[in-house]
């Protein structure tokens, strides 16, 4: 059987979206976590599997998937029976791609820089990015009334996308308090069968 390999870093919460994907999906896999403070990201050997030097990074046997929302489309299209992570119908596919795109960049720019200023020192404007976060999660806070999930009325990739820094805003100094929608859609993707959480800064 192939051995499903995955280069982390426990504080990434990139890395945890792929890990909690493989977790929901029941799949095993070897975790192999980098030393990124000590540039193991950096070295010629890890380069050879991700250019950019970056994790997450997937290994399925032979096939190798970098960057963490591909690792998610990979492992629904591979691995999930069901069609629940990644529905096949366009209007469905194309509102978990909307929110796959704001991961990469709304999330990115605000609560996720912001807490890498507090945590790790990186020299973002942590004003800026914390604007940037106020104006996603009014959105995300509109979007979630009456609604339990981002892109369909269960749970996507779309969900996992979106969850780890949102949840994990707080420890940039970005607080969840005013957003009770986003707060219980947390509270549900917690709840997941098989859920398991992000380490949390110390």
């Given at each position: 059987?192939?051995?499903?390999?995955?280069?982390?870093?426990?504080?990434?919460?990139?890395?945890?979206?792929?890990?909690?994907?493989?977790?929901?999906?029941?799949?095993?896999?070897?975790?192999?976590?980098?030393?990124?403070?000590?540039?193991?990201?950096?070295?010629?050997?890890?380069?050879?599997?991700?250019?950019?030097?970056?994790?997450?990074?997937?290994?399925?046997?032979?096939?190798?998937?970098?960057?963490?929302?591909?690792?998610?489309?990979y492992l629904a299209g591979k691995y999930d029976r069901s069609g629940q992570w990644l529905p096949a119908d366009?209007?469905?596919?194309?509102?978990?791609?909307?929110?796959?795109?704001?991961?990469?960049?709304?999330?990115?720019?605000?609560?996720?820089?912001?807490?890498?200023?507090?945590?790790?020192?990186?020299?973002?404007?942590?004003?800026?990015?914390?604007?940037?976060?106020?104006?996603?999660?009014?959105?995300?806070?509109?979007?979630?009334?009456?609604?339990?999930?981002?892109?369909?009325?269960?749970?996507?990739?779309?969900?996992?996308?979106?969850?780890?820094?949102?949840?994990?805003?707080?420890?940039?100094?970005?607080?969840?308090?005013?957003?009770?929608?986003?707060?219980?859609?947390?509270?549900?993707?917690?709840?997941?069968?098989?859920?398991?959480?992000?380490?949390?800064?110390?």
């Amino acid at each position: 059987m192939t051995t499903l390999r995955l280069h982390s870093f426990p504080l990434s919460g990139h890395a945890h979206r792929a890990r909690l994907m493989l977790a929901l999906l029941g799949l095993k896999a070897e975790v192999v976590d980098l030393d990124l403070r000590g540039g193991a990201q950096k070295q010629p050997g890890f380069l050879g599997l991700n250019a950019f030097g970056q994790v997450p990074v997937l290994e399925d046997g032979e096939t190798v998937i970098a960057d963490s929302n591909a690792i998610l489309v990979y492992l629904a299209g591979k691995y999930d029976r069901s069609g629940q992570w990644l529905p096949a119908d366009p209007a469905t596919a194309a509102q978990v791609q909307r929110w796959l795109s704001v991961a990469a960049g709304q999330l990115l720019m605000g609560p996720a820089r912001a807490r890498m200023v507090k945590l790790f020192g990186s020299p973002f404007d942590h004003d800026a990015c914390k604007q940037v976060a106020a104006q996603l999660f009014e959105v995300m806070e509109q979007h979630l009334q009456g609604r339990d999930w981002l892109a369909a009325s269960h749970a996507t990739i779309a969900d996992l996308a979106l969850y780890s820094y949102t949840a994990h805003a707080p420890e940039g100094d970005v607080s969840l308090e005013p957003y009770p929608n986003i707060r219980a859609w947390v509270g549900r993707v917690e709840n997941l069968p098989g859920f398991v959480p992000m380490q949390k800064a110390a």
